[in-house]
């Protein structure tokens, strides 16, 4: 009997889903024939665009800049040097911010339960990275820019991977000639 | 008046998601409450469609989308009276 009832009000509300549906496709139809205003369900970040080539090419400008630092080390600095250190400096921690302001937006808009399924450790891997960067902010240690790209590129490697494209390693063409993450797209 | 409108964006999902219909009124009869969803010409974003999260003392409706990505209520900022077009009164999902 109960058996029977719980068959009896599955059918009715498939009948529900089906009435729903095409109330839908009737509206649709009207749609078509009369153009209804569309109502904007206005998103902050409609584009769906990320990339993570931009962290990559800042994490490598990290360690250019560090080694253009670590030539002036020794070195009698004239006017012209002090400013291109000023510069050197500054520069390299903007483009460490950008190592960390990036991976925060993938990782707040564009990870959702199915990406961190995919991918269990981003979580803690997304945090070395802003641990990471903020060290090369504050020093000129170069094994902590290196140690930056390799987890930017751990995470490159994630994000392709959620995308379904795989990647190779291949040493970026200009300096610092470092190893990096692309994806095979083609 | 009644309005029929389309959902376009998913800044209201999962209570609206883009494709599915609205038909909405400006029968006002009813007093506005905190949770509806209404259709508002925004000065800047045009006409869209969001949930009221609150109305301030100067009778000004701050509003709130119910996605991830929606526009922040800061960002919309504090709509007038007269920016209100109409409330939801039905909606027809695109999927059951």
């Known amino acids: 009997m109960l058996l029977v009832f719980i068959m009896a009000a599955l059918k009715f509300v498939q009948a529900i889903n089906r009435g729903k549906k095409m109330i839908h496709k009737i509206t649709k139809a009207l749609d078509c024939v009369l153009n209804f ?19 990559q090419v800042a994490a490598l400008t990290v360690i250019r ?11 009698e600095l004239t006017l012209a040097d002090q400013a291109k250190l000023v510069r050197l400096v500054s520069e390299k921690e903007i483009h460490a911010e950008k190592v ?25 891997l997304v945090h070395n990275i802003m641990l990471t960067g903020s060290k090369c902010k504050q020093g000129i240690n170069r094994d902590d820019s290196l140690a930056l790209l390799a987890l930017v590129n751990e995470f490159a490697s994630s994000f392709w991977k959620t995308k379904g494209v795989e990647t190779f390693t291949a040493t970026c063409p200009y300096p610092p000639a470092q190893d990096v993450v692309y994806p095979k797209l083609g | 008046m009644i309005l029929f409108r389309r959902i376009s964006g998913n800044s209201m999902h999962p209570t609206l998601c ?21 259709i508002v010409d925004h000065a800047i974003y045009g006409e869209i469609i ?16 119910d996605g991830v990505d929606t526009l922040s209520t800061q960002k919309m900022g504090a709509i007038p009276r007269s920016a209100l077009a109409a409330r939801i009164l039905w909606h027809i999902k695109g999927k059951a």
């Not at chain 1, 800049?65 to 070195?75: C, P, S, V």
């Not at chain 2, 494709?19 to 509806?36: M, P, R, T």
């Open chain 1, 37 to 55: 205003k569309s109502v904007s369900a206005h998103c902050d970040v409609p584009c769906g665009i990320y990339d993570p080539s931009t962290m």
């Open chain 1, 65 to 75: 800049f560090m080694d253009q630092i670590a030539e002036l080390d020794g070195k």
């Open chain 1, 100 to 124: 960390k302001h990036e991976v925060r937006i993938m990782w707040g808009d564009y990870f959702k339960a199915a990406q961190f399924e995919a991918c269990p450790g981003t979580n803690e």
């Open chain 2, 18 to 38: 883009d494709g599915d219909y609205i038909i909405a009124h400006n029968y006002f009869f009813k007093k506005l409450s905190i949770g509806d969803i209404v």
């Open chain 2, 50 to 65: 969001k949930r009221v999260s609150h109305i301030d003392d100067a009778d000004n409706l701050w509003l709130v989308g």
